[in-house]
């Protein structure tokens, strides 16, 4: 995950707060109904989940540090206001229980130059194996359907099950460097968490 500044005049706690209901939380629930897999629903990200998200992406990482990737346990983690300061700069897709409303997973997207852009995917690791990956993906995906983007774009790791091969099996293929422009080669670094290698990592990308 990479933050980038608030915008200017916005106070860094704002999607911390507000009402969960309205118009717009209704949308963003319907947008993407029949996505989630079985006791599962995906929906746009609401006011006040910033901590919850934030708490899953943490949960997260543990899954690739168990996998071999020791060196994110070292790495700065983002505080509360980095990562709203994320939120605010994507559109943020949530996989929720359908029985009990809570968050259990969430992708961030947001539109680049080339690419419609997957920043992050988190799922916690007690709801893991169940499709909701997957399911957040497919609805990344069908955005950029929606707003006529190329493709979708990312960066993983090539050697964890929950990276590349991961990703393929949805459609991705990997650009060799040789065949990245420069503003993605230049995102692949930015996006290599502290510690680990650049060379453990590949962009992908999926037309749409």
Known sequence: ???KSAKAGKRADEP????????ASKAGRKAFKGFGPEGYRIRMMEPGEARRLLAIARRADATLIALGKTEIADAPKPSVGDFVRFLVDHEVFVAEKKRSGEAVGFAAA???SELYWLSELSVE?????????????????ERARWFRHSGVGLTTYTDVPVGASFYRRLGFDVLPDADCPPRLLQRKLAETPGGSRVTDRCVMTREV
């Not at 911390?16 to 118009?23: C, D, F, K, Y």
């Not at 690791?125 to 990344?140: E, K, N, Q, T, Y």
């Open 1 to 3: 995950m990479t933050a």
């Open 16 to 23: 911390l707060a507000g009402r969960r209901e309205g118009t």
């Open 110 to 112: 947001h539109a680049t």
């Open 125 to 141: 690791p007690d709801h893991g194996r169940r499709g909701i990956g997957s399911a957040l993906v497919s609805a990344v995906l």
